[in-house]
């Protein structure tokens, strides 16, 4: 299986000078592609009866060859492999669209989510030294793993720029016997059927008064100037704090799963329809529930776990895990679960994990 690693850079000025220019050209192809893909779009709505075929990413490209390069110098100063990538991506995106898995594309802007890829010439070279077209010889503040790769993204977040590329990697077999429940919560990030409780690390919630007043202070700030940067900076750093919090603690939690128990069972939630809640939104989105499930999922893989999805209408949290009795209706102020047949009494969350266990067997 494929593994991503994502590690930071220790850059010079030069450095980061070329890796702004690329992801200036990564963003202007991006945002030209799109801006002739919606013309092409509009245009067959417009005259159904004198269609223009929907380009490739290949098309795009030839086309920004004759038509954008000539008249942009400044693209022959980056890999000639960056706006190739960006179209291609631009591309996977319309695809989604079409498919009614996204939304439509969006232009991209200046200082947000800048990244861009290479492709050819990446080598990895002693311990924490990377080889990338164009640019050059990269170093980075931790070990690399000594495999071969052949394309690598770079990305900035704040004032921070990393890379990251995906390798093969063996998958490892389990001894493991055991099945767990995992019940995902607001008040507690994951309770498990063995009894043991994850709390979330919340950390929006323990930042949010800081963000909030260092916006409120930027407010009056003139767009571009000096100050203005300097804050806007400081808003990205707590963002990119915030997050690495959040992030870390999913870590831990979905690595101690999927190395110690055979089968991991979870529910599949329906996370946008619990995001329309706006009294339970903010918190929902703390816990980042899609993010617990996508590194569950990789992870399974990797360590040789299983992981099965129940249904969402499953109703793990109404069935007593004693006798099975269900109840018709359990309000959410309702946190312990009360059986009317067999009057045994436990934990909401715990008892919904214990059902969840038992799902398999």
Request: aromatic share 8%; with cysteine; glycine share 6%.
């Amino acid at each position: 299986m494929l593994l991503g690693f994502k590690t930071e850079l220790k850059l010079n000025n030069k450095q980061s000078i070329a890796l702004m220019k690329h992801c200036g050209v990564a963003r202007h192809a991006w945002n030209w592609g799109l801006g002739l893909t919606k013309q092409i779009l509009d245009h067959n709505k417009a005259n159904p009866d004198s269609k223009i075929k929907f380009p490739s990413a290949i098309d795009l490209h030839k086309w920004l060859v004759a038509l954008v390069k000539p008249e942009k110098e400044w693209y022959y100063e980056c890999s000639k492999s960056t706006p190739q990538q960006a179209l291609m991506a631009l591309r996977e995106a319309w695809k989604r669209c079409f498919n009614n898995t996204a939304g439509i594309p969006k232009f991209k802007k200046k200082g947000k989510r800048d990244s861009f890829t290479l492709e050819g010439t990446v080598k990895i070279l002693g311990s924490n030294k990377i080889q990338v077209p164009v640019i050059g010889l990269l170093k980075t503040y931790e070990r690399l793993p000594q495999v071969l790769t052949k394309s690598a993204t770079i990305s900035r977040q704040a004032d921070r720029w990393f890379i990251s590329f995906r390798f093969d990697v063996e998958e490892q077999q389990s001894n493991n016997t055991d099945v767990v429940g995992v019940d995902l919560g607001v008040k507690a990030l994951a309770t498990l059927s063995t009894g043991e409780v994850v709390l979330g690390a919340k950390s929006y919630k323990k930042y949010e008064a800081k963000l909030s007043r260092m916006q409120w202070l930027n407010r009056h700030k003139i767009i571009g100037s000096a100050n203005w940067k300097k804050a806007q900076m400081a808003v990205a750093r707590l963002h990119r704090k915030i997050a690495n919090i959040r992030k870390d603690t999913l870590h831990k939690l979905t690595t101690l799963l999927a190395k110690n128990h055979r089968t991991i069972v979870i529910e599949d939630l329906n996370v946008s329809g619990m995001m329309a809640n706006h009294k339970l939104a903010k918190a929902i989105a703390d816990m980042s529930f899609f993010e617990f499930r996508r590194q569950l999922t990789y992870k399974c893989e990797l360590y040789g776990s299983k992981l099965v999805v129940v249904d969402r209408w499953f109703p793990s949290s109404k069935t007593c895990s004693n006798c099975g009795n269900k109840k018709y209706s359990l309000g959410l102020n309702e946190r312990v679960f009360e059986c009317g047949h067999c009057g045994f009494t436990i934990d909401r969350d715990l008892n919904a994990a214990m059902n969840l266990s038992k799902a398999v067997s």
